[in-house]
């Protein structure tokens, strides 16, 4: 699951690490929360691995992706990108078309952005900036 607000470097991160071997639920284009549910129960029925790609800003937000994923002995890695406003700023404005959104909407995301905890049922957790354009930093989650 990745946790961030847009313009953190979810989408690019996930085509660099994850697009050969996880399927990709994202809101954004399911449009629906029936969608994304039936979709991400199939996956988990079936072993298909997954990548939530949504801003997951919220305990809120992860506890149906966390509590559909317990139900079924899942185990869930959380992916929290390093938020800076003013990168995510920019490379929001780089964006065309739908994918750009309104500044006060990154704000606002900004705003109500939760850091995640392991309490909250991941099995693991870690911390991903950008070192430079394309490139990638994992460390280990510190609390």
Known sequence: MFIGIQGSGKSTFYASYF???HLRINLDMLKTRHRERTLLETCIRIGQSVVVDNTNITSQDRSRYLAMAANSGTPVRGYYFESRVKECLARNEARSGTKRIKEAGLLGTYGRLELPSIDEGFADLSFVRISSPGEFE??????
């Open 19 to 21: 697009a050969d071997s």
């Open 138 to 143: 994992i460390l280990e989650w510190q609390p």
